[in-house]
């Protein structure tokens, strides 16, 4: 695994193909502007094909959070990848139920159980 900080609140992990990426602020404008900027060049780069937002510290997201969580859905769909959450609390859970959020999605308890299902389906297609 490598690892970075990010200098306001989120650092991330890249396994094997899979970026991960610990947010430990609530989502506001000027929280996913930086994290929007940093994730997309990380997936840019061309190792990533998953990503796995771990929602553990948040209390709070606005609508661009929605944004920021599509807009990475979008990226990696492309590539053939896809997009999880993990650890939501209560507040931002409602607000992925409210959105339509789930029904492109997945969610899991742990970004561990999440890369583990992304390694089972991927070994099942083979």
């Given at each position: 695994?490598?690892?970075?900080?990010?200098?306001?609140?989120?650092?991330?992990?890249?396994?094997?193909?899979?970026?991960?990426?610990?947010?430990?602020?609530?989502?506001?404008?000027?929280?996913?502007?930086?994290?929007?900027?940093?994730?997309?060049?990380?997936?840019?780069?061309?190792?990533?094909?998953?990503?796995?937002?771990?929602?553990k510290?948040?209390?709070?997201?606005?609508?661009?959070?929605?944004?920021?969580?599509?807009?990475?859905?979008?990226?990696?769909?492309?590539?053939?990848?896809?997009a999880?959450?993990?650890?939501?609390?209560?507040?931002v859970?409602?607000?992925?139920?409210?959105?339509?959020?789930?029904?492109?999605?997945?969610?899991?308890?742990?970004p561990?159980?999440?890369?583990?299902?992304?390694?089972?389906?991927?070994?099942?297609?083979?």
């Amino acid at each position: 695994m490598l690892g970075e900080e990010f200098p306001i609140g989120f650092h991330y992990e890249i396994y094997r193909n899979c970026l991960i990426v610990y947010i430990t602020q609530d989502l506001d404008h000027h929280a996913v502007t930086f994290l929007r900027e940093r994730s997309d060049k990380l997936i840019d780069a061309g190792d990533v094909k998953h990503v796995v937002f771990d929602f553990k510290d948040v209390d709070f997201m606005d609508s661009s959070g929605i944004g920021l969580i599509m807009g990475r859905y979008r990226k990696v769909m492309f590539l053939g990848g896809r997009a999880l959450v993990s650890n939501v609390g209560r507040s931002v859970d409602r607000i992925f139920k409210i959105s339509g959020l789930y029904k492109i999605i997945e969610k899991y308890d742990t970004p561990e159980e999440a890369l583990k299902a992304l390694e089972v389906k991927h070994e099942s297609y083979i």
